[in-house]
């Protein structure tokens, strides 16, 4: 069953540095999404992403963040400046349409950050 | 998109039907509800969703009143393995897949 792939599983990071999750989404799919879990707390909406171009992102989406799909296949978020509050869980999610499409969930990226 | 509320925790039986409760009294015309459920810290996984009518698939039934104000997920033969926080969401479906998760209700089949 085609599934939604993310790497790294698990990065440590020092305070300010650079951080690139990595996504691979369902192939036919064509509307990404990021997610994030901060322990112990709810899923939070980052970001929606289609046609190459953002289309939705929350109020935690700031100019630290961003996202980019570079070859037709990945799908990336990038943090420029980590702060320890970034500590979490990271979700990917692809569905073939916007709207009503369910979305199919990653395992998740780890991310600590000291 | 329409707030929800479940309760925090149910308990249910192994081989017998967990009915996972939403309700959704704001609910608009053109919003759908969606389940999903997340097992331990794993990625949230999709259940069902639907508009009004009820819905069912391989994994779960969704009923939803007539007034469209609650729903309930029915998992038909509960395991072990369905042990995991259910989430009902309701979500305008011109939205390009923002979906708010809230609580959700911490399911535990029990043997």
């Known amino acids: 069953e085609p599934e939604v792939t993310q790497t790294p599983s698990h990065q440590v990071t020092q305070m300010g540095q650079e951080v690139i999750l990595r996504c691979v989404p369902i192939?036919?799919?064509?509307?990404f999404y990021w997610y994030r879990q901060i322990l112990g707390q709810k899923v939070e909406f980052l970001v929606s992403?289609?046609?190459?171009?953002?289309?939705?992102k929350s109020e935690i989406f700031d100019d630290q963040f961003s996202v980019e799909r570079p070859d037709g296949s990945n799908f990336t978020l990038k943090i420029r400046s980590t702060k320890l509050e970034d500590s979490a869980m990271y979700f990917c999610?692809?569905?073939?349409?916007?709207?009503?499409?369910?979305?199919?969930f990653g395992e998740g990226s780890r991310l600590t950050v000291l | 998109d329409a707030k929800t509320t479940q309760p925090p925790s149910m308990d249910c039986a192994e081989g017998r039907a967990a009915n996972l409760p939403c309700n959704h009294s704001t609910i608009s015309g053109n919003e759908y509800v969606y389940w999903y459920r997340q097992i331990h810290s794993q990625g949230p996984q999709y259940i069902i969703h639907g508009l009004k009518n009820n819905e069912t698939n391989e994994m779960a039934s969704l009923i939803i009143t007539e007034d469209r104000k609650s729903s309930t997920l029915i998992l038909p033969h509960a395991t072990l393995r369905d042990t995991a926080v259910y989430y009902c969401i309701v979500r305008v479906n011109t939205n390009a897949g923002k979906s708010t998760f809230g609580d959700g209700t911490t399911l535990t089949v029990k043997p």
């Open positions: 999610a692809s569905s073939v349409r916007g709207g009503t499409g369910e979305l199919f």
């Open positions: 992403f289609y046609n190459n171009e953002i289309s939705e």
């Open positions: 192939s036919n799919h064509l509307y």
